[in-house]
Every structure is written in C-alpha cells, then in structure tokens.
C-alpha cells in the first residue's frame, strides 16, 4: 500500500490548486484517447481510467458513446471536481475512491488505461500488486503512460520511477505481450515539456 500520507497530498492537490495550475492537466487527453480507438475496443466494454480523477478522457469517451466507464483516483476531492465539471454525465461514469494498491475490482476490465499513476509506485512491492491487480482483472488491454528516461524525476513534490520500452515490457511480460510504444511530449499549462512513453499491452492467451 501506499503511505498514508499519500492519499492526504493528492486531497491538498485537488483541494488547493486549480485545473491550470498542475502540470498534467491536458485539455484533450492525447495519445490516450486515440490509442484506445486504435485498439477497436467495443463501445459497450468496460474500461476503467487509472488515477484519471480530474482527467478529460471520460469526458471524450462519454461524448464517444462508450457506456461502461469507470475511474479511480486516490482523491476524492479529484473526482469530485470531475463530477461538478459533467454535472448530469457524471452519473453515467462508475467512480471509486481508492489507492491502486489497495483495488479489490469487483468486475473485470476490458480495457485498463492509466496515464500517470503507475510511475509514482517506486517501491518493488507496490510495482508488484499493481502488476497482480491488472493481471487478474484486465481481460483484453493494458494502455500504460510514464514518464520516459527523458522525463523528470519527480513531479507534485514526489519522486517518479522512470522507464524505458523495454523496462516497461519487462514489468508486463509474463501476462501481456506489447503491441506497441510511442513516445509523447507533454506540454505543460507552464509550457515546460515532459517526456513520456506510451505502451499498449494485449492479453496473453492461457
């Protein structure tokens, strides 16, 4: 599990600072939304946002007509902000409330997206129940984005693990084989860049 401190660090983020003043907001969540149509997923098939409390993807996937949508973020106040911001949408979203290593899914996911979360889990044993969480209850895809070898070592105040391709195949390979890897430059609202990776992963077949 993550510190208890953690979860009280992203409530004072989400509490105190404003869409343009933290450095991941995007306002058209790309590559992550052209990367789940380039996966053909079905329109009706669950898919859950990882860490996606104030993220625009469930906007765009709603206005997409996905209809089984679910985020998670370790902040309430993220999702509460999110919820404010689709007013009568929200209510077509499943949100849960919860640190990735601590989820207990009670479904499985046909689709796993996480943009930013994965990288702040640094040590082995928190990689590794996010590993066993994903493994278990992802069915079809895995769309993963970090920070790259090129990117910052920390971000809001709190260390980052780094990765390469193959550092982040590695992590996933005995239960997802890669499709494919991009890199993305992320321009923050402070026009500073980020460099991250983008993985997509399918399903090894038993």
């Given at each position: 599990m993550l510190s208890p401190g953690i979860k009280a660090h992203w409530q004072n983020v989400y509490s105190t600072k404003s869409h343009s003043e933290v450095s991941w907001t995007q306002e058209i969540p790309n590559p992550s939304f052209a990367l789940i149509h380039s996966l053909g997923v079905p329109k009706y098939a669950p898919i859950i946002d990882i860490g996606g409390?104030?993220?625009?993807l469930a906007d765009f996937l709603l206005n997409d007509e996905y209809s089984d949508i679910s985020v998670l973020d370790i902040s309430e106040k993220a999702i509460e902000n999110t919820q404010k911001r689709l007013g009568k949408k929200a209510e077509n979203v499943?949100?849960?409330v919860s640190d990735i290593t601590e989820f207990n899914?009670?479904?499985q996911y046909a689709l796993w997206h996480d943009r930013?979360?994965?990288?702040?889990?640094?040590?082995?044993?928190?990689?590794a129940r996010y590993v066993?969480?994903?493994s278990e209850y992802v069915t079809h895809f895995l769309t993963i984005g970090v920070f790259s070898e090129n990117g910052p070592d920390r971000c809001s105040g709190l260390s980052?693990?780094?990765y390469s391709e193959e550092m982040l195949e590695d992590v996933f390979s005995k239960h997802f084989r890669k499709i494919r890897?991009?890199?993305h430059d992320h321009i923050t609202p402070f026009n500073?860049?980020?460099n991250f990776i983008f993985c997509c992963f399918q399903r090894k077949t038993v």
């Open positions: 409390g104030e993220s625009r499943k949100w849960i899914p009670d479904t930013a979360t994965f990288h702040f889990l640094t040590a082995p044993e928190q990689i066993a969480i994903a980052v693990k780094r890897c991009i890199a500073t860049t980020q």
